[in-house]
């Protein structure tokens, strides 16, 4: 089995959305005290992904999809998802 080394060990990581990731790292890690572990930006430099740490896990933030739209998409309410890595 392939072990994907990069994401945590937790058994459970938060899936946060936000349209601007860069700005939602940097107020997650501020108000917070996330670490960021890792970000990923796709075409012109928009951040895509991004892993982020406390302890011994921390959530994933990542921009709005066809799977998961963004809070005003849904009529103001919010979109958080969980991961549950097996």
Known sequence: MVV???????TVVPILVYEDVAAAIDWLCDAFG??????AA????VVSHAQLT???G???AGPPGR??????RRGGRGSPGCKIPC
Do not use: D, M
């Open 67 to 72: 799977r998961v739209p963004s809070p005003p």
């Open 54 to 56: 406390v302890a011994e």
């Open 58 to 60: 921390g959530p994933h």
């Open 42 to 45: 796709g075409p012109g430099g």
């Open 34 to 39: 996330f670490t960021e572990r890792l970000r």
């Open 4 to 10: 994907n080394r990069s994401a945590p060990r937790a």
